[in-house]
């Protein structure tokens, strides 16, 4: 296990009052400050009236009342812009809002008996028996409407329902313990990998009938905290956008993750996985160039044939990482020129990239195609033809990625300045340098080619 959850015991508190509820003179108010578009449409600022106890646990009984139609008028705010036709379904709501204060003096604890329609739809959004995947729908409809929600992430969310719902069941919401989601976070961290055989042709469903799970096939340590994060954004949701009032259940859970620490290659092991390295044009040069330039495997997968060009004055070949084209850098630091060893133009680098058609051509061809086998072909493929282990003898992973820990690794070996290896392998080189770090400039194309020409295996 590359983590550990935490559980911090949880005292039985109040959460802080919510806006829409005031203490004055011993006595608890209802207080709804409307929104500014709200209130600028109807030309009413808030609503006020006395919940008539001087007991916060009475307070809350009156004042969820009240939250169905609050939540119908959140709602509006929602919107981009509200419409004239707006008004008169808005004026309903405040109308039905402001006169709920008779259903405080004839202490009626029963929810609303009016022919609108808006309050009791709501009233049934907010049921607290309420499934969790009907409120994880809500919240997608929510975020799609109103922050902009990319398909990506929609998938994403899709994803982790369905694994949810597989392993902890749906439940009503505030059945939901604190101790439910723990047990789900533990069973994601013994789950595998679903990019790798067997598993890609399996169905969640198979897979979480399997006893054991090899170690190294299972997810990293980082895709249970993902879990977790997701949660926290569904609960929060549920509390503060439909006002629910429960304890968070994701409030107690804490991560402790250790971070992923990849191992280099020595020399001989590089000679035999370069020696191996064959088959497609993909697979003879990215190999060679992730060892010699210490470039990621995204950056060198969107190569195009105008990004490999000639610059007089070093009198050298170099990679230009730009974002150009909708390409997508890790950091503003990636973008950057990397001057090309000598050695990999002896090996004719330039003349396959020359055989290559048009300038605007990505030199490896389909883009998602070798970004999707290339991990890995390198980690299971070649790796085992050239008969290196996938674990150093400190127990460090070896992947594709730790070519570029290979070339860092022997650059400061050899004694070359930290920041001409940060800039050439697109870190923050400003670290340490203070307000110095704003009068710090790129260093020359000729002064960066010292860097790879002390690369040797």
């Known amino acids: 296990m590359l983590h550990k959850l935490i559980h911090k015991p949880t005292r039985q508190v109040f ?5 829409y509820l005031e203490l004055r003179s011993n006595t608890y108010y209802f207080r709804y400050r409307l929104p500014i578009k709200v209130a600028a449409l109807i030309n009413k600022t808030e609503i006020r009236f006395s919940l008539r106890t001087d007991s916060l646990s009475e307070a809350y009984s009156r004042l969820h009342q009240f939250i169905p139609i609050v939540n119908s008028i959140k709602r509006f705010s929602f919107q981009k812009t509200l419409k004239r036709n707006d008004k008169p379904a808005l004026n309903r709501l405040v109308k039905q809002l402001s006169e709920s204060r008779f259903d405080v003096m004839q202490r009626e604890t029963s929810a609303y008996s009016t022919p609108f ?8 959004a907010i049921n607290p028996m309420m499934l969790f ?7 997608i409809d929510y975020k799609i409407k109103n922050k902009g929600l990319t398909d990506k992430m929609r998938d994403s969310y899709l994803r982790y329902k369905n694994l949810f719902l597989l392993i902890s069941g749906d439940k009503a919401v505030n059945l939901i313990t604190t101790r439910d989601l723990k047990n789900y976070l533990a069973k994601v961290a013994e ?6 055989k067997p598993y890609c042709s399996m169905t969640w469903e198979e897979i979480t009938q399997l006893e054991i799970i090899p170690d190294n096939d299972k997810v990293a340590a980082k895709t249970p905290k993902e879990h977790l994060k997701w949660l ?3 609960f929060a949701y ?3 956008q439909l006002d629910y009032k429960l304890e968070n259940p994701t409030k107690a859970i804490r991560m402790r993750i250790k971070p992923n620490r990849y191992g280099s290659f020595d020399d001989h092991e590089v000679n035999s996985i370069l020696r191996n390295a064959a088959g497609a044009d993909w697979q003879y040069w990215l190999p060679r160039l992730a060892f010699f330039t210490g470039a990621r495997r995204g950056e060198l997968v969107n190569l195009q044939k105008k990004n490999i060009k000639y610059h007089p004055d070093a009198q050298r070949y170099y990679l230009q990482i730009t974002n150009e084209g909708n390409k997508k850098l890790k950091t503003d630091n990636a973008l950057r020129l990397v001057p090309l060893s000598e050695k990999l133009v002896d090996q004719g680098f330039i003349k396959f990239v020359d055989s290559v058609a ?6 490896f061809g389909d883009v998602s195609f070798v970004t ?8 299971h493929n070649l790796l085992k033809k050239s008969e290196v282990k996938v674990y150093d003898e400190t127990g460090h992973k070896r992947v594709f990625h730790s070519t570029r820990h290979t070339f860092v690794t022997k650059a400061i070996q050899a004694n070359i300045l930290p920041q001409l290896v940060q800039e050439l392998v697109g870190h923050d080189k400003s670290s340490g340098l203070g307000i110095t770090a704003r009068y710090t400039h790129r260093f020359s194309l000729k002064e960066l080619c010292k860097v790879v020409d002390v690369i040797d295996y």
């Not at 959460?15 to 806006?19: D, E």
């Open 232 to 234: 926290q954004g569904v």
């Open 117 to 124: 329609s808006e309050p009791k739809a709501t009233l049934e």
């Open 372 to 379: 999707k086998h290339i991990t890995d072909w390198f980690n």
């Open 15 to 19: 959460r802080k009052l919510p806006s």
């Open 133 to 139: 995947s009907e409120i994880h729908d809500q919240l």
């Open 358 to 363: 048009d300038d605007e051509c990505f030199i």
């Open 238 to 240: 549920l509390i503060y």
């Open 191 to 196: 789950l595998p990998r679903k990019n790798i």
